[in-house]
């Protein structure tokens, strides 16, 4: 069954930089997208970013557009999410997932459409001022 296991959480200071790996088992891309989720105690899961296979595309929320950057290594079969200029209001659990295949439709929907059914577990970015 498909995997995926995120790495790279922890606490900065504002104005920090982590980077989020998302590694995938068992899963092929293949015309998916692979989404970056987070949420925060006492709030709604929120869309961050999310990259399609197909053409490369990527979308960002616009609280992050600009200061996140989603990737992929397809030799690793690994996604990433470079986060710069961290702030408190970024502090939240962040959460990978991944669509079936041959889901464009992900890459025009919003960032927190229900077409992702792969989940990773989790990893907590703390940010404090």
Known sequence: QVQLVESGG???????SLTLSCTAS?????????????QAPG?????????YD??????YADSVKGRFTVSRDKAKNTVY???NGLQPEDTAMYY??????????CLYRPLDSDD??????GTQVTVSS
């Open 54 to 59: 197909y053409n490369h595309s990527t979308r």
């Open 81 to 83: 999410l470079q986060m």
């Open 26 to 38: 068992r899963y092929t891309f293949s015309a998916s997208c692979m989404g970056w989720f987070r």
């Open 96 to 105: 990978c997932a991944a669509t079936p295949p041959y889901t464009s439709r």
């Open 10 to 16: 922890g606490s900065v200071q504002a104005g920090g």
């Open 43 to 51: 709030k709604e899961r929120e869309g961050v970013a999310l990259i």
């Open 116 to 121: 992702y059914t792969y989940w990773g577990q």
